[in-house]
C-alpha cells in the first residue's frame, strides 16, 4: 500500500519483556515520527528522524526506550524490561520534508496497540 | 518548552458553527497545524498556519496570531461525521511537532 504500515497492530506482553514495533512510512519521506497515545489523550512525542539520524529525540521517557532508523526507511521502536505504563497506541509518521515543511502534513499509520500485563 | 492547551469537551448541533480554541507556548516556532482523529483511527490533517490570519479550506477554517500564541479552528454547517477529537499541534525550529491533549466534538442532532 502507499500509506505508512505499523506492525504489529496489537502487541500483548507480560512485565519486564522485551517488545519491537515496526513502521514502514510513505515511500521517499525523510522524517519520521514516533508518538504514544493513551485514551483521552493527544499523541504524545517520542522521538523523531530526519533521515537516518535522530533529530530530536527529547521525548523518549528513559533509557529502556530506543529506536533507529538504520538505512532512512523503515524505523524500529524498541521497549526493554516493559511496564504496565508503557501501555498506550504506538504511533508512528512520516513527512516528505522535515520539519513538516511546507504543509506540515504528518501522515500517519494505524498504530500499534501495546497492553503490558 | 512548549505548552498547547484546548478545550476538553465541545458540543454542538448539527448544521451550527463551533469555535475551538488554541493556546500555546513555545521556545520556537514554525507553525500550528489541527489534525482531526475519529475514535481508534489515526490523525488526519486538517489544516496549517505559518503566518497571521485565516486560512479556509470548504466548511473548515483556521486563524493564528503568533503574538497572542492563539489559533481556532472554525467548522461551519456541522456534520454528524464531524463529530471527533481535534488536535491542535505546534512546529518548532527543529521540526519537532508537539500535540495539545486534543477537543472531543459530539455534535448532535
Known amino acids: 500500500g502507499a500509506g505508512v504500515s505499523q506492525t504489529p497492530s496489537n502487541k500483548v506482553t507480560e512485565k519486564g519483556k522485551y517488545v519491537e514495533l515496526r513502521c514502514d512510512p510513505i515511500?521517499?519521506?525523510?522524517?519520521l515520527y514516533w508518538y504514544r497515545q493513551s485514551l483521552g489523550q493527544g499523541p504524545e512525542f517520542l522521538i523523531y528522524?530526519?533521515?537516518?539520524?535522530?533529530?530530536?529525540d527529547s521525548g523518549l521517557p528513559n533509557d529502556r526506550f530506543f529506536a533507529v532508523r538504520p538505512e532512512g526507511s523503515v524505523s524500529t521502536l524498541k521497549i526493554q524490561r516493559t511496564e504496565r505504563g508503557d501501555s498506550a497506541v504506538y504511533l508512528c509518521?512520516?513527512?516528505?520534508?522535515?520539519?513538516?515543511?511546507?504543509?506540515?502534513?504528518?501522515?500517519f499509520g494505524e498504530g500499534s496497540r501495546l497492553t503490558v500485563l | 518548552g512548549q505548552n498547547i492547551d484546548q478545550p476538553t469537551e465541545m458540543t454542538a448541533t448539527e448544521g451550527a458553527i463551533v469555535q475551538i480554541n488554541c493556546t500555546y507556548q513555545?521556545?520556537?516556532?514554525?507553525?500550528l497545524f489541527w489534525y482531526q482523529q475519529h475514535a481508534g483511527e489515526a490523525p488526519t490533517f486538517l489544516s496549517y498556519?505559518?503566518?497571521?490570519g485565516l486560512e479556509e479550506k470548504g466548511r473548515f477554517s483556521s486563524f493564528l496570531s503568533r503574538s497572542k500564541g492563539y489559533s481556532y479552528l472554525l467548522l461551519k454547517e456541522l456534520q454528524m461525521k464531524d463529530s471527533a477529537s481535534y488536535l491542535c499541534?505546534?512546529?518548532?525550529?527543529?521540526?519537532?511537532?508537539?500535540f495539545g491533549q486534543g477537543t472531543t466534538l459530539q455534535v448532535k442532532p
Open positions: 509518521a512520516s513527512s516528505p520534508l522535515g520539519g513538516a515543511y511546507p504543509t506540515g502534513e504528518l501522515f
Open positions: 515511500s521517499g519521506h525523510t522524517a
Open positions: 528522524f530526519q533521515g537516518t539520524g535522530a533529530a530530536d
Open positions: 513555545t521556545s520556537g516556532f514554525n507553525g
Open positions: 498556519n505559518v503566518l497571521d
Open positions: 499541534a505546534v512546529s518548532s525550529n527543529t521540526g519537532k511537532l508537539i
